[in-house]
Nanobody, 115 residues
Framework: QVQLVESGGGLVQAGGSLRLSCAAS????????MGWYRQAPGKQRELVAA???????NYAAFVKGRFTISRDSTTNTVYLQMNSLKTEDTAVYYC?????????WGQGTQVTVSS
């Protein structure tokens, strides 16, 4: 069984920063890609940033150098450093892990950016 627990969300003013964490537990291997997605009210869940099986990183266009994804393979934790936050970044942020046969999701952490 794989579990993902996100933390680090909260309320921040526009222009501020937050760092999200996602700790994975279970039969995890460093080759299993992890990533961050978000879902705003009334919108579909969308990619924010994610590692690929080839070792690369995909960033959404709206990230534009503001966000950085990183991973600590020793603790199976993935991070999302978010800088220069905008009000439109307000959403529930989810991490996931691709185990090959299925993808697991965390419960999400709320990020609210005020103007």
């Amino acid at each position: 069984q794989v579990q993902l627990v996100e933390s680090g969300g909260g309320l921040v003013q526009a222009g501020g920063s937050l760092r999200l964490s996602c700790a994975a537990s279970g039969s995890i291997f460093s080759v299993n890609p992890m990533g961050w997605y978000r879902q705003a009210p009334g919108k579909q869940r969308e990619l924010v940033a994610a590692f690929t099986r080839g070792g690369g990183i995909n960033y959404a266009a709206f990230v534009k150098g503001r966000f950085t994804i990183s991973r600590d393979s020793t603790t199976n934790t993935v991070y999302l450093q978010m800088n220069s936050l905008k009000t439109e970044d307000t959403a529930v942020y989810y991490c996931n892990i691709d185990m090959g046969w299925r993808t697991y999701w965390g419960q999400g952490t709320q990020v609210t950016v005020s103007s």
